[in-house]
């Protein structure tokens, strides 16, 4: 088995084309798209996409008041408030992807409630940040103007119309995501799905040289076969990865948060389960080509409803929007995005376990191919 694990690594790095393939391309996709994309990802609120919040309330009392008093901060980053006079309406346009986010406004049991749209997942961040950030400040304004009028009055964001009300415009962490920030982190997760090929290549090799029928002649099992081909073309992908990440960092710059080793366990699940499936794949497939046939149509439709290739809330289309949680990089994606930038842990639990579920199933399949290889 250690010496079909070594012959894995070795045969990976004398295909130079592929090996560097899988490196230079992510990096070249960064840079490319990270210059490109700059302004639109930039402070300035010409160069940020448009988004549009509602806001619904039945009473305008002071709470609302103080919520219209912050909009005008809310345009300067061109986010456009719309008020709504049906909550059931809205909340459907929200759904398809209309609107970023909805506030619902109670003046009687002074409380705001945020409905956000999670598939525009920077926007919906964002505008979070900035209500909590004005609920805060509205709070100790009221609080002080019970007890201490003057003290109130001297507070920024005390009075309509000032400029103060929110300083910092952020998610939890006081940043946002940049163009090369952004597309580090997806041109990674999107390269690593290309990883299926680095595990069907292993298999596809010793079909096309003729070699596997020997191989299983020697006494290593079919079982023991199988998991040397997975574990080599693991180590494969995962030092691939390291150089990118490595990169990435002390060259392009990209932010991977405060808690890089919850990320970098998202993404080595993500490889385990990319490896996984391509080696089985390429143990089950009776020919190399039907396993390349079936990739080549597995990896981009997974990447295109993950939003790898172009963000699918820009489309459109509130069916698209609705499949694309089938896309294990979707969910990894915005689990990423939702640790850097929100320090919300929510979604990590479940985003490991359809990795390794995902991955688990491919092989439970490949494993029964390899029990029924031992009985021939």
């Not at 009687?108 to 956000?116: A, C, E, G, R």
């Not at 039907?290 to 459109?316: K, S």
């Not at 491919?362 to 029964?368: D, E, R, V």
Request: aromatic share 10%; with cysteine.
């Amino acid at each position: 088995m250690f010496r079909i694990f070594i012959k894995e690594i070795i045969q990976n790095f004398r295909n130079k084309r592929s090996f560097m393939m899988m490196i230079a391309f992510p990096i070249l996709l960064m840079l490319i798209l990270g210059t490109v994309f700059n302004r639109q990802f930039s402070g300035s609120s010409a160069g940020r996409p448009a988004s549009s919040v509602l806001y619904y309330s039945e009473t305008e009392g002071k709470l609302t008041g103080g919520f219209l008093t912050f909009a005008p901060e809310l345009k300067k980053l061109n986010i456009t408030v719309r008020k709504t006079d049906n909550m059931e309406t809205a909340l459907k346009k929200l759904a398809d992807g209309e609107y970023s986010a909805i506030v619902r406004i109670d003046d009687n049991s002074q409380v705001i409630t945020l409905f956000k749209n999670d598939k525009q997942n920077i926007t919906a961040s964002m505008i979070e940040g900035l209500l909590s950030a004005f609920i805060h400040r509205f709070n100790l304004i009221s609080g002080l103007a019970s007890s201490d009028p003057e003290d109130a009055g001297r507070l920024p964001g005390s009075n309509p119309g000032h400029e103060d009300l929110i300083e910092v415009v952020s998610i939890n962490r006081g940043e946002r995501a940049g163009a090369m920030d952004y597309y580090g982190i997806s041109m990674l997760t999107l390269i690593i799905m290309y990883s299926i090929n680095t595990g069907l290549a292993g298999t596809s090799r010793e079909k096309y040289s003729k070699t596997s029928d020997r191989i299983l002649l020697s006494p290593i099992k079919p079982l023991g076969l199988f998991i040397s081909k997975v574990t080599g073309s693991l180590a494969v992908a995962i030092l691939q990865t390291a150089i990118v990440i490595i990169f990435s960092i002390t060259v392009l710059k990209v932010d991977y948060g405060d808690d890089l080793p919850t990320v970098l366990l998202i993404l080595l699940t993500q490889i385990i389960m990319c490896v996984s499936a391509g080696v089985s794949i390429g143990f089950i497939s009776k020919n190399p080509d039907t396993g390349n046939g079936i990739t080549n149509i597995l990896i981009p439709l997974l990447i295109f409803l993950g939003g790898g290739y172009y963000p699918l809330e820009r489309i459109g289309s509130s069916f698209l929007i609705k499949i694309s949680s089938v896309s294990p990089l979707r969910w990894i994606n915005n689990t990423i995005f939702d640790v850097i930038y929100r320090q919300d842990y929510g979604n990590v639990g479940i985003t490991l376990l359809i990795c390794l579920l995902t991955g688990g199933i491919f092989l439970f399949f490949a494993m029964i191919r390899a029990h029924k290889m031992e009985k021939m």
